[in-house]
Structures are given as C-alpha cells and as structure tokens.
C-alpha cells in the first residue's frame, strides 16, 4: 500500500552541525515530494520540494535529494541553529492525479547548544 | 498577507457535547483543507475544497463530522457528538488552486473529556 515512513523519530544535532532527515516512501508512482516543518503550537510550513524528474534540490541552508531507485528522501540542513528545533516531516503527492498529499509520522529534531 | 486564521485554538469539551471550528482562508485563495492532526502523526486530510463544493471528503467520518464553505470563503468543522478519540489538533489550509502550495493555520486543539 501507500505509505511514506520515517527512519528516527528523534535527532539530536550540536548547533552548527549539519543535520540529515532520512524518509522512505513505498508508492513508486509518486512524483511530488515535500518537506514540511512543524513548531511547538504551529501548523507545517513549507520547506523546499522536488519533483520525481529532479534528484536534487538546493534552497537556503536546505538540500532535498531523491532517490526513486531505493524510494528514498532527504532533508539536509547546513549549520543548524535553534530555530531549526522542530518536528520536520516528508510528504508525497500524485501530482496532475490527486491533490492529496500523504504525510509520514514526522522526525524531531533537537539542537544541542 | 495575513496567514490562514482558525478559532478556537484551544478547546476542551465534554464527550458526546459538539464542538465547531472555524477557519479563515488567505485572501484570494480557492481551495481549503480541513486535516486531523494526532499527537507525533502527520496530518491526514479530511476533506477539501474548490470554492464552496466539497471535492474530496472521502476520509470525512460521516456520522459524526461535518463541514460546510458556504461563500465559499469561510469554513466551518462540526463534530456532533464529540468522542473521546476525535481529541486531536484540527488543521486548516489553503492555496490558491489544486496542487499548489499548501499554506496551514496554527490549528486548533481539541480535548474531548
């Protein structure tokens, strides 16, 4: 069935670090990815996006690579810093097919000073 | 640009009481989304719509839940009779058409006693 997972629930990264949020998606038809952030008592904002013909994607401090082989999916973060604190969660979509985007559990991250 | 706006943020009912929140769009955009959201899950989509019509409210339980758009601006979750498992955080979004950006309220959180 569809479904799109995460790897660690829970990520502790020293401040400056970079940090890497893994998810796995089962549904080898998806060709929309998402990345969402999520703090305390907010809804999810968006982060970056890739779609299914791209296998990497750059915006300020984040990178998003996609691997359809292993139906894998990253969010690099560079030089985290506190304000990065969050529950960050991938999302998957059928585009041109349905609007509805699938959610995975969500990993949180914590910045350690 | 004023954010998606919902009201209550907080509410806490006794079960088998109803309960309603209300969502306010950004300006100019078409579609909304009602999500349920579940302590450490992803937020899943009850219902969406395209202007005032319901387009998908597949995962909307029926016997319970209800919603409505009616200039199709404002949007208005029911839930009668409330039980103690709908206890959840009840997002809201808009964008400006299907498979655009997703722009998510603060939600509001629901304790069903």
């Known amino acids: 069935g569809e479904s799109v997972g995460l790897h660690l629930p829970t990520l502790s990264v020293q401040e400056g670090d970079n940090s890497i949020i893994n998810c796995a998606y089962s549904?080898?038809?998806?060709?929309?990815f998402i990345w969402y952030k999520q703090e305390s008592g907010k809804g999810p904002q968006f982060i970056i996006d890739i779609r299914s013909n791209m296998d990497k994607r750059q915006g300020q401090r984040v990178t998003v690579l996609l691997n359809k082989t292993v139906k894998h999916l990253s969010l690099q973060i560079a030089a985290t810093q506190p304000g990065d604190s969050a529950v960050y969660f991938c999302?998957?979509?059928?585009?041109?097919?349905?609007?509805?985007?699938?959610f995975g559990k969500g990993t949180r991250l914590h910045i350690l000073p | 640009e004023a954010g998606v706006v919902q009201s209550p943020r907080y509410k806490i009912i006794e079960k088998k009481q109803p309960v309603a929140f209300w969502c306010n769009p950004i300006?100019?955009?078409?579609?909304l989304y009602w999500y349920l959201q579940n302590l450490g899950q992803g937020p899943e989509l009850l219902i969406r719509?395209?202007?005032?019509?319901?387009?998908?409210d597949s995962q909307l339980p029926k016997d319970r839940f209800s919603a409505e758009r009616l200039k199709g601006v404002d949007s208005t979750l029911k839930i009668q009779p409330a039980e103690l498992g709908d206890s959840a955080v009840y997002l809201c979004?808009?964008?400006?058409?299907?498979?655009?950006?997703?722009?998510f309220g603060p939600g509001t959180r629901l304790t069903v006693l």
């Open positions: 300006s100019g955009h078409n579609t």
């Open positions: 999302a998957e979509n059928l585009m041109n097919r349905d609007d509805k985007i699938i």
């Open positions: 979004a808009s964008s400006r058409g299907a498979y655009n950006e997703q722009f």
């Open positions: 719509y395209e202007n005032e019509e319901a387009v998908d």
């Open positions: 549904n080898s038809a998806s060709d929309y």
